[in-house]
Structure formats: C-alpha cells, structure tokens
C-alpha cells in the first residue's frame, strides 16, 4: 500500500507563512505527478497545485498563485509547500496526493492520498 504522510500544518495569522510537508516513507519517491489539494469545512476537495517528477513543471490554481510555491526534492523523498500571504479563506485539511501513471491532467486523477494536515488562518 502507498503511503503518504503529511506534516507541518497548525494556526497562523493572516499573512503568516507555513511550510507542508510530505513525505513517501520506505519507498522511492513517485516518477509521476504529485499533487496538494485541500477541504474546507462543508466545501468539496480542490486542487491547489502539482509538480512533475521531470522537467521541472509546476501547476497552480488561481486562488493561490503568486503565494504559494510547490517543490519536490526526489532525493529525500518529500514534496513540499510553502505557503506565504495566507488568508483565512486558505483554511482546511491539506492533502498530499500521488498519481500512479501517466496522465494527462495535472489536477485530477491521483491515486494515492494522504491523512491531510490541518491548516488554519485566524487572528
């Protein structure tokens, strides 16, 4: 079973800054895309943004350009996001996700998920 562990989650202020973790434990980090998403209360999951395991490409939704900045380090076996500028509306569960092939979506598709991490943005 694929596992995937998140971390690095907790309360911050507006336009405070946390940094997630995920990490692939016992295996070797995924060749294909990996993903955060997130859940706020009583909203459906969204993606928030994706990064090849080649090349170098990063993907991000709207609501979190310019803010937020995903990176993968293949040799530690961790993906990360770092997230600036937060607004309460960034609030949620933050989820680590992992396609197991090839697709050609880079926001839909994953096959693999994490426990999620809280994330809260309050004064």
């Known amino acids: 079973q694929v596992q995937l562990v998140e971390s690095g989650g907790g309360l911050v202020q507006p336009g405070g800054s946390l940094r997630l973790s995920c990490a692939a434990p016992?295996?070797?980090?995924?060749?294909?895309?990996m993903g955060w998403f997130r859940q706020a209360p009583g909203k459906e999951r969204e993606f928030v943004a994706s990064a090849s395991a080649v090349g170098g490409r990063t993907y991000y939704a709207d609501s979190v350009k310019g803010r937020f900045t995903i990176s993968r380090d293949n040799a530690k076996n961790t993906l990360y996001l770092q997230m600036n500028s937060l607004k309460p509306s960034d609030t949620g569960v933050y989820y680590c996700a992992e396609q197991s092939t090839y697709r050609a979506s880079y926001s839909a598709g994953y096959d693999y998920w994490g426990q999620g991490t809280q994330v809260t943005v309050s004064p």
């Open positions: 016992g295996r070797t980090f995924s060749i294909n895309m």
